[in-house]
T-cell receptor, first 112, second 112 residues
């Protein structure tokens, strides 16, 4: 089955700095790569996603990049703010698969 | 926010008792999922459903059963709760393409 590894498990940055979280996957057929943000006491929420026909996608301060050859994708957050502090999960899904596989999560702390 | 609710939101039960958690959606989405979240393990899939009466196992299905008799409801049952099933349980839904997942607010279950 699909194997997803997410690094780092914890990340601490100063407000205004950038943060990068990386995920690697094993199934070359995978074609959907979302990122979820989970705030304390809440369920995960989709923040950005990318499909295998594009290499990069941006939405204001967040971006996701995909390298299908190397089978990894990354979440980039620029100009971090304290409200970016949360747990971030990557996920991977192959076509026609009934389920997605999630990474173990990264706890991001943005220090004021 | 996607129309997805979970009940109860909190429950404390004793070892050996049966427990049923309910997930209810108003989005008419085809796919529904049950995950558990424990420290250090991220989100682990218990069971999922790809239609009424159509379900399949996830990676941690032992000790759990599910039922889906209506599109809007997906029930998770612990036939005989054990302390190892103390966790936060999340339900998620996904539409026809089965890509983006929308999560409920979670149920915190404590088995004493």
């Amino acid at each position: 089955g699909e194997n997803v590894e997410q690094h780092p498990s914890t990340l601490s940055v100063q407000e205004g700095d950038s943060a990068v979280i990386k995920c690697t996957y094993s199934d070359s057929a995978s074609n959907y790569f979302p990122w979820y943000k989970q705030e304390l006491g809440k369920g995960p929420q989709l923040i950005i996603d990318i499909r295998s026909n594009v290499g990069e996608k941006k939405d204001q301060r967040i971006a996701v990049t995909l390298n299908k050859t190397a089978k990894h994708f990354s979440l980039h957050i620029t100009e971090t703010q304290p409200e970016d502090s949360a747990v971030y999960f990557c996920a991977v899904k192959a076509p026609n698969a009934g389920k997605s596989t999630f990474g173990d999560g990264t706890t991001l702390t943005v220090k004021p | 926010d996607a129309g997805i609710t979970q009940s109860p939101r909190h429950k404390v039960t004793e070892t050996g008792t049966p427990v049923t958690l309910r997930c209810h959606q108003t989005e008419n989405h085809r796919y529904m999922y049950w995950y558990r979240q424990d420290p250090g393990h991220g989100l682990r899939l218990i069971h999922y459903s790809y239609g009424v009466k159509d379900t399949d196992k996830g990676e941690v299905s032992d000790g759990y059963s599910v039922s889906r008799s209506k599109t809007e409801d997906f029930l998770l049952t612990l036939e005989s709760a054990t302390s190892s099933q103390t966790s936060v349980y999340f339900c998620a839904i996904s539409g026809q393409g089965n890509y983006e997942q929308y999560f409920g607010p979670g149920t915190r279950l404590t088995v004493t």
